[in-house]
């Protein structure tokens, strides 16, 4: 079916669905970081950017909380950059683990490979693929550089939270020794699960979210800095990491009821693609047992489902001026 959509129409369903989820309880703030479990869990932010660089923001969409593995997806994009997506496939996969995302177990049953770059084991086997090889500060410099040019502004590193996660980080040295292992670190150990850390502890908005995710479903030009950050036929590809394994053991479940590929991070973010359409996000730090935020999963449904949108109804949607 064809079909237009107007700008205001796409306000309305936000402003709704914004006010329709702001009172829902329900969930807790991620505790085995301690940083995390301080954060306000009052806090609720729900931003859109469209193909034309409207930007709509609802809540507190500026407020600076730690990106976690949301950060996984621009690492994995600039991996594809640097070394094609094919290069990315072989050396770590694009496979769904259907497990948690800390799971060692995952890393065992594949039996040498961290399938893909959206959990832990993959994310710090990205970390020590991106060049310049053995350079820590240049590395760090290319995975915000890059996050910096997806969202049209810079990310700011939450010192707290970094030490936090650097203290606490026992389960992902395990993995990242287990790569070492099963030879998927492709540079220093120790520099690359550093790496890892340090960019789950980015602080980062929704309204800077929903601007990646909007590059990432505008083929890799963004629409606010007008700037092409990566090739068009990465963003396929990324997309296709995202839907597959983006809410680790409940993506399933997610996809089905949101029809957006969409992916989390314990700090309380999601961020959903809408190839050819838009980008959103949301934020509210109370997470359900999974690890995923309770509001901006409610919330980003409500929107979908206000509009009668997702990826699998076949619908030609056109979004127009009022
Ligand atoms: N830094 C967190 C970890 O590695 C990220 C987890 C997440 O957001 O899913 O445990």
């Not at 309880?25 to 729900?46: E, M, R």
């Not at 600039?78 to 496979?95: F, R």
């Not at 919330?299 to 001026?321: P, R, T, W, Y």
């Amino acid at each position: 079916m064809e079909k237009n959509l107007t700008i205001s129409q796409i306000k309305n369903a936000a402003n709704e669905a914004y006010q329709e989820v702001k009172n829902l309880t329900g969930g807790k703030n991620a505790n085995y970081i301690p940083y995390l479990a301080n954060v306000d869990s009052n806090l609720f932010g729900l931003s859109i950017t469209l193909l034309d660089g409207t930007c709509i923001n609802l809540g507190d969409t500026e407020f600076k909380f730690g990106i976690e593995s949301v950060s996984k997806v621009p690492t994995a994009i600039l991996a594809m950059i640097q070394h094609t997506p094919e290069g990315v496939l072989e050396k770590i996969g694009a496979d769904a683990t259907g497990l948690p995302f800390n799971s060692i177990f995952a890393l065992l049953l594949e039996n040498d490979h961290p399938s893909t770059p959206l959990v832990n084991a993959g994310a710090i086997s990205a970390c020590s693929m991106i060049a310049p090889q053995g350079d820590s500060e240049d590395k760090w410099k290319a995975i915000t550089g890059n996050i910096t040019a997806l969202c049209a502004s810079a990310p700011v590193l939450i010192d707290e939270l970094y030490e936090s996660e650097t203290a606490t980080n026992f389960n992902n040295h395990s993995i990242a020794w287990l790569l070492k292992n099963y030879d998927r670190i492709y540079d220093d150990v120790d520099m690359s699960l550093d790496l890892y850390t340090r960019q789950c502890s980015l602080g980062i908005t929704s309204s800077q979210l929903a601007i990646m995710g909007a590059t990432i479903a505008n083929g890799g030009f963004n629409p606010v800095s007008k700037l092409q950050v990566f090739d068009k036929e990465i963003a396929p590809k990324i997309t296709s990491m995202i839907a597959s394994v983006g809410f680790y053991q409940h993506t399933g479940d997610w996809l089905f009821t949101s029809g957006i590929p969409a992916k989390t991070g314990v700090g309380g973010g999601v961020m959903g693609v809408m190839p050819g359409l838009f980008g959103i996000a949301a934020f509210a730090p109370p997470l359900d047992d999974a690890g995923n935020s309770v509001k901006a999963q409610a919330v980003i449904k409500s929107f979908m489902n206000k509009l009668d949108l997702g990826i699998f109804k076949g619908d030609k949607i056109k979004i127009v001026a009022d």
